[in-house]
């Protein structure tokens, strides 16, 4: 069955393949770039594969190439109201957020998705490096890039109407398939920093729009130790950038106050989590898992997967996750994913809300 296809193209060499894949499948492909802000100059610059100046026209070239239409859809407004500002929001509220999850969720897989559903389209592809068997998302076969813990976040509809024509090959395939191909994108290097903080600096990007807010840094105990700007600049885990001297071990962020505005540091072990709590649980994979089943779960988009006891329950504000797990993991942050698995295959996800950690004489 031949099916009308929309090709999102980041510029980069993955969804330039992606699109070329689906056209030489036989359907009915049109490939979009999204302008994502109104002041392109305002965003990061150079050939880094996602939401850059020069990448819609790297676009529109691995569309000629592959003879499709092309059009650029403006999506600056959605994405500064849905990703940006998410992002200092979460910032503020003492959170650890992913900007690419949250683009992922909100603008590719929604705002995109329902856009094209409107214009007559059946689905949206994009070169993610993941797989959709019998409906459910699974691993890609790259493991190195596998990107199904950003896309863990989405619903069965959603899923339904996606087309990851990349999931069974590895990176060093695309590239190959792209040169063969004649896209000029083959050797353009994959993108790794946040687009919308064109210099890299997150600390300076979340000073701006927030503002310097100076309290203090306390130890466990509660003695001050040392005084920050912003307890917005912190992120648990953080062991640079603390401005503290003096001390003969390494000290860690061990957590974020936003209401009283205090960092507290420790040491590294106690980062160690044991348990956790996530908010909006969704279900791709799987009814929803009301008993306390043995699965694992990931933590940030290419960290460890952990064994774990997972079960939905009923919490004050609604469905909520828990999850217990079996050995603790260090620098587990709310605001990040909490994403499950069955062997390969994702059943669900949800937002780190509360986590607890391992008490000193466990």
């Known amino acids: ?21 689906v056209a030489e499948a036989g359907h009915d492909v049109t490939g979009v770039h999204l302008a994502l802000s109104k002041n392109p100059q305002s965003y990061r610059t150079g050939a880094r594969g996602c939401c850059t100046v020069e990448d819609s026209h790297d676009a529109r070239r691995a569309a000629d190439v592959i003879g499709i239409p092309f059009y650029v859809w403006d999506m600056s407004e959605e994405f500064d109201r849905e990703v940006v500002q998410d992002f200092v929001a979460e910032y503020e509220s003492g959170n650890t957020p992913n900007p690419c999850l949250r683009c992922n969720e909100k603008i590719k897989f929604e705002a995109v998705l329902d856009r094209a559903l409107a214009l007559g389209f059946d689905a949206v592809a994009t070169g ?13 076969v790259d493991e190195a890039k596998d990107q199904s813990y950003v896309l863990g976040v989405l619903t069965r509809e959603q899923l339904e109407h996606a087309i990851f024509p990349l999931g069974d090959c590895t990176k060093e395939e695309v590239r190959a398939e792209a040169e063969r191909r004649g896209l000029s994108v083959a050797d353009k290097p994959d993108s790794h920093d946040i687009c919308f903080i ?11 729009r927030l503002g310097e807010r100076p309290g ?59 348990a956790m709590t996530g908010t909006r649980p969704v279900w791709s994979g799987s ?20 064994p774990a006891r997972v079960w939905q329950r009923e919490g004050e504000d609604g469905p909520e996750l828990a999850v217990e797990l079996t050995e603790p993991a260090t620098g587990v942050a709310t605001g990040q994913a909490v994403v499950v698995y069955d062997g390969d295959t994702v059943l669900g996800s949800a937002t780190i809300s509360t986590t607890s950690r391992v008490t000193a004489s466990a």
């Open 1 to 21: 069955m031949t099916l009308r296809v929309l090709a999102a193209m980041s510029g980069g060499v993955d969804s330039a393949v992606a699109a070329a894949r």
């Open 128 to 140: 993610h490096h993941v797989r959709k068997v019998d409906g459910r998302l699974v691993r890609s």
């Open 287 to 306: 009814e929803p898992l009301t008993e306390p089943t043995d699965c694992h779960v990931q933590l940030r988009a290419h960290g460890q997967v952990h």
């Open 198 to 208: 064109a210099d890299g600096d997150t600390r300076g990007f979340l000073n701006r």
């Open 216 to 274: 203090p840094i306390q130890d466990e105990e509660g003695n001050v130790v040392g005084t920050h700007n912003g307890a917005h600049a912190f992120t648990v885990g953080q062991r640079k950038g603390l401005g503290l001297g003096g001390s003969p071990h390494p000290r860690y962020v061990l957590s974020i106050e936003p209401v009283d505005n205090t960092v507290t540091v420790g040491p590294r072990a106690s980062l160690r989590v044991e």
